[in-house]
């Protein structure tokens, strides 16, 4: 199947059942937090048949985790709409809902204009979710800048690269890649690089 607007993407297992903390895996119920428990990587079956985006069959993308949730109506809850192949695990995505990809064996990069962001924390209070246990978050006090975590071709011909400092909104949506919280934002809401 080759989608006329959409990637078309397989990830076989849309919501993750165990959580691992230190040594420790415990299995979760998945429906407690969709959100924190989606599984937001999957691998591209086809591109769009109109567009060219640097993405290939057989490339790792991210996507945003509404493409997987299913939605409540007043039937009850519906799979996504954006699943097409239940068995085969295929949902549709359009170009704007896949914020990174990666090739086999390279480095995830920013796709389209999401930036991803590492947070400058004010002070060292580390304060750390485990996903079990439920409690007021303590809020961390973060400069007004952060560093550019992946490449993207937008910010290279910006001349921002990865490292960069870079002024923002504070409009920021959490990832967590690679074990660790990385923050996306629109391109047009980075105001501008830090000069050191």
Not at 85 to 102: C, F, N, Q, T
Request: hydrophobic share 35%; no cysteine.
């Amino acid at each position: 199947m080759q989608g006329i607007h959409e990637f078309i993407i397989e990830i076989k297992h849309p919501f993750k059942n165990t959580i691992s903390h230190g040594n420790l895996e415990l299995w979760v119920d998945s429906d407690f937090d969709r959100f924190q428990h989606s599984n937001r990587v999957g691998t591209v079956i086809s591109t769009p048949l109109n567009e060219y985006h640097g993405i290939a069959e057989g490339d790792e993308v991210m996507i945003v985790q509404t493409v997987v949730m299913p939605h409540i109506t007043k039937d009850g809850r519906q799979p996504s709409p954006h699943l097409v192949d239940a068995i085969k695990g295929w949902y549709r995505a359009e170009p704007s809902l896949v914020v990174m990809h990666k090739k086999p064996d390279q480095e995830w990069r920013s796709f389209d204009r999401n930036v991803f962001l590492e947070r400058i924390e004010e002070s060292e209070e580390a304060y750390e979710r485990s996903g079990i246990i439920y409690q007021t978050k303590i809020e961390k006090l973060f400069k007004p800048y952060s560093r550019v975590a992946f490449a993207s071709h937008l910010l290279d011909e910006h001349g921002i690269k990865v490292g960069d400092k870079v002024y923002h909104s504070p409009d920021l949506h959490e990832y967590e890649i690679d074990g660790k919280t990385y923050y996306r934002t629109p391109i047009d809401f980075i105001y501008g690089k830090r000069e050191e």
